[in-house]
């Protein structure tokens, strides 16, 4: 166990280090260079190549990928070509609402997957099994972006119930805060909701299929028991791994619906910060997301490995 | 009766597709206006019979733009998922034949490409090369090529030990006769499986990056930039943005099924 924590931890700096490798090089194809950004059409050469060398953009390139690299080890990451404050801070700010964002859905769909999953299994092939199936099925393949649409359409433009643009913190104003974080949470929410229920009914489906479950029935348990404390405990091992991964999409990859709701996380950061050119912002911002996907995908393995002790990874 | 609903699945998501890809080849004869054709007297219309889906903020039919926008979509989605497709079979294949120390040099390559969140790495690679349909497609084709590098590997993993690859090379075949034919027809089942599944992905990523202004350019009327417009005037009328997703949506649901129902068909072990 302890070898394969070693060995994924060191594979986790690798996926590091060569991100942070194409992060930089990606960025730096980009036409125009921090120096052109900055000063726009106004600079006349000679100031560029002054400005060029005060941001050490005439150094080698191996040697601005070192100096950056080295500096996400001390508190100067940088700053923003637009606002001139600290990537640091930028990047730092805007982990909190992403963090809410993202918890916030991953409780929604577990709580929704799991529960119609079971419910889904325990009725297997029957009319409402079909449907809640089918259900799923379109669920699953909305884009979340458009659903994000539709329940701004629904819930803020027809019924004016909640607000479709904003961010409240969770621990400041908890009452604006559940309003604000509703409608995105929810859009992200309800596609992996589906995916989740459609695990959690197959993975239940082929632990009651086991034969330790017939020894329980056999013995006169009560359905309940068998599925909620037999089955459902087993079953749900495989559940947590998707719900993992799902995590870390969420923290990385709800570019588009954060944008819908311009809710201040690093998704949208890293379009604003695309957009407009802001490289050093951009680049924090994908190698911290990115790092953050890796090491919560190594937590997931690793709880993976402690909670079933039929896992033996090495 | 299993074998039936299986059967649904594909028959159903297959359907699905197929009116995609009609509407993409012959946009013509199913469109009933011209898509880009400007009518100030009906703007942000409901549905009617002249317009099918409504009409947008300029007045232009949406259905006729739905109908010829399937072929950015498609044209888009195929050429990034078909260069994923065989760039990720070859790495996956060479990676499972060469075994030991290159397999898990490739496949730790491969982990590194699918740690990127695939939105922000497809924004990144289109920063890098500039906007177009060059950029989205080899975007969403770096995106894709990790998994069909996983599956490819897998399956070749599955068969590379089997009796028919031995006899084979009993029999004095070369390496890549062997991989091309007994390997390759093989291992494309669950290839085939992955590209359908990718195909409604690819379509997502598509809309997401032209929602986000990052598509192809304008006048080529895009689900995902028609979704952007429609946005702004649903206050007035939904229907500029309904059709786009309505479209949106049936298609990734006609490649799920069409993969899932492909998935449960190659694999009878798995019945569920």
Known sequence: MKRYILSRILTL????????????????????DAATVLLEKHGDPEQLEILRHQLGLDEPQAVQFL?????????DWGRSLRTNAPVREVVLGRILPTVQLAVAAMIVSAAVGISLGVFSATRRNSWIDYVARSVSFVALSVPSFWLAILLVLFFSVRLRLLPSIGFAAAWEDPWQSLKLTALPALALAIPQAAVIMRFTRSALLEVLGQDYIRTARAKGLRERKVVYRHALKNALISVITIVGIQMGFLLGGAVVVETIFQWPGLGYGAFQALRSRDYPVAQGIVLFTTFFFALVTLLVDIGYALIDPRIRYD | MKFIVKEKAVGFGGAIVLGIVLMALFPQAIAVADPNRIDVSVLLAGPSLAHPLGTDELGRDVWSRVVVGARVSLIVALAAVGSALVAGSIIGVVAAWASGRVDNLIMRLMDLAIAFPSILLAMMIIAALGLGARSVIIAIALVNTPGFARIARAAVLGIKGELYIEAARALGAHESWIITHHVLPNILPPLMVGFSVSMGFAIIVEASLSFLGLGLPPPHPAWGSMLFKGKDFMEISPWGMIGPGLALTLTVVGFNLLGDGMRDLFDPTDRR
């Open chain 1, 13 to 32: 700096a690798l996926v590091a280090f060569g991100v942070s490798v194409l992060v930089f090089i990606s960025l730096r194809m980009v036409p125009g």
């Open chain 1, 67 to 75: 100096h950056w690299l080295a500096s996400f080890g001390t508190p």
